[in-house]
């Protein structure tokens, strides 16, 4: 990786200008088209479902897609990027986060904490996978370290992680990050997916809810859990105690530029640009790929593939001596020291 220059750490938000600011026809027609075809695909799969199970299942994947794209609009509508309008961001946040089970201000406040922490040390926990250090790890009681090794197991960020996150999104105790417009949010979310749930259980039954849209969304769950995780956990990411922290290169080099085919870029509204991202919330999804491909700064971000994305799952402390992620195994011989 090469290093990026003091002069294009300094002129970075000249670079990223041009990108940033909402077009509200293009928002508009993202919104319709992608919930039309998420309405859609979860007809045809009930459709589908009553003639052969198998068959409609396999719909599950398209339904799933389309969750994510909702999801990473209710994404841009926390940064304001997607409407010029406040007021539109929040109705269109609060509409999206709802189908995604996600209380959008609620949200909003801890993507905004993890935006201003990712990369720092001493602020770890704001929307991170937990992560110790290798010295952290080692002081811990074996309880603990098994504790902690059950956490991050591949199997456990896969299918647990969902779970946790549609539980855990469901209440909220009051803190810095929950105040009452988050609360309300929380409580609010619940109140329209419970509605919303019942009548489509009274409607078409609790079996096709249950195949149709909470069998997708935990598929979507998994693909956005896999997604976020391999955004900022790759063996060279970047971390570094608070007093030498710095914002822009823990954009650019603890955001990995995630690889993927057209297809998966348009599912996932271009989030594996994360390094762009993270550097410039307010350039919208369909922005990203440009402001990369234009600019010589983002083309030095660490690359994941899915495949290396995949073996990424088997980080999970950070080597202070290495400077880089390291697996279980790779810390065994001092375990035992």
Excluded at 31 to 42: E, F, N, R
Excluded at 100 to 122: C, E, N, V, Y
Excluded at 131 to 150: G, M, Q
Excluded at 235 to 248: K, L, N, P, Q
């Amino acid at each position: 990786m090469t290093d990026i220059s003091h002069t294009e750490q300094a002129n970075w938000r000249g670079i990223v200008e041009p990108y940033v600011g909402a077009d509200i026809r293009r928002a508009i027609y993202q919104v319709i088209s992608t919930l039309g075809l998420l309405a859609l695909s979860m007809w045809l799969m009930g459709v589908t479902l009553e003639h052969s199970i198998p068959l409609g299942l396999l719909l599950a994947l398209p339904t799933a897609g389309l969750l994510v794209r909702t999801f990473i609009l209710m994404h841009d509508c926390a940064h304001g990027s997607l409407f010029p309008s406040r007021r539109l961001n929040d109705t269109v946040g609060f509409i999206t986060g709802a189908i995604t089970l996600t209380p959008f201000a609620q949200w909003r406040r801890d993507h905004a904490m993890h935006h201003a922490s990712s990369g720092d040390l001493d602020r770890r926990g704001h929307g991170d996978v937990p992560t110790l250090t290798v010295t952290e790890y080692l002081a811990k009681s074996p309880r603990d370290r098994f504790l902690y090794r059950l956490i991050r197991h591949p199997a456990s960020l896969l299918f647990g992680g969902p779970v946790h996150l549609m539980l855990s999104q469901r209440i909220r105790s009051r803190s810095a990050a929950s105040r009452d417009k988050q609360l309300a949010s929380v409580w609010g979310t619940n109140a329209v997916v419970a509605v919303a749930l019942g009548i489509a259980m009274w409607l078409f039954g609790w079996s096709t809810v249950l195949l149709v849209y909470l069998f997708s969304f935990y598929l979507a769950a998994m693909a956005g859990v896999w997604l976020f995780y391999v955004q900022h956990q790759f063996e060279d990411a970047y971390w570094e105690e608070h007093g030498e922290w710095d914002y822009v290169t823990a954009c650019l080099q603890g955001s990995s530029h995630l690889k993927l085919s057209a297809p998966f870029r348009w599912f996932t509204g271009n989030i594996g640009l994360h390094h762009v991202h993270h550097l410039a919330p307010r350039i919208p999804n369909f922005r990203l790929q440009r402001c990369h491909d234009e600019n010589p700064l983002f083309q030095q971000a660490p690359v994941v593939t899915p495949l290396s994305g995949l073996s990424a799952l088997r980080l999970a402390l950070w080597d202070e001596e290495q400077r880089r992620l390291v697996r279980f195994c790779d810390v065994k011989d001092r375990l035992s020291a």
